[in-house]
């Protein structure tokens, strides 16, 4: 289920990333896909405000950043029990820095969310944002999930670059 669900968002968001990789060879503007996934256990609902802690994967051109952070809802209503969650955004991103593991998706981004589940959830997401050394717009995230209920209201995905792995 988890490969079928990661496959399905792959094939939806590559078409945009095909389509946008023209562009992808003018000096500081980056093209790549995030993924990020719900860390298990870390889901906090409180009706009108909900977060998850995640974990995300950017890759552009081969080379891949790894981020740790947050997601979820700042306000609105999220009647939701998710499980098995993951999001995948098309990344255009005008930045200063855009060298391999310049971590320059590391911000704070901020939109819209809606999803519903029964069963299988299916949800989008339309964040704005950035840090210190960019300024990124994910036009469009899909996510998909197991579980039942729905959510909508502003959303967040709050990242930092993911800490070096100890020998």
Do not use: W
């Not at 023209?22 to 000096?27: I, N, T």
């Not at 819209?112 to 990124?136: D, I, R, T, Y």
């Not at 899909?142 to 800490?163: Q, T, V």
Request: glycine share 16%; charged share 15%; aromatic share 4%.
């Amino acid at each position: 289920m988890k490969r079928s669900s990661s496959l399905a968002l792959s094939v939806l968001l590559g078409g945009t990333l095909q389509c946008s990789s023209a562009g992808a060879q003018a000096p500081g503007l980056e093209v790549g896909l995030l993924t990020c996934t719900v860390v298990p256990g870390s889901r906090v609902n409180l009706v009108v405000r909900s977060t998850a802690d995640v974990t995300c994967d950017y890759t552009k051109g081969g080379a891949a950043e790894h981020y740790v952070g947050e997601t979820g809802i700042a306000l609105g209503v999220d009647l939701s029990f998710r499980r098995d969650e993951r999001m995948a955004f098309t990344v255009l991103s005008a930045s200063k820095d855009i060298a391999p593991g310049s971590n320059a998706l590391a911000g704070r981004y901020v939109g819209g969310e809606v999803s519903a589940a029964a069963g299988l959830g299916l949800g989008a997401k339309a964040l704005f944002g950035g840090g210190a050394k960019n300024v990124g717009l994910q036009p469009v995230a899909l996510e998909s999930s197991r579980g039942l209920g729905a959510s909508g209201g502003l959303s967040f995905l709050y990242i930092e670059p993911a800490p070096a792995p100890r020998p």
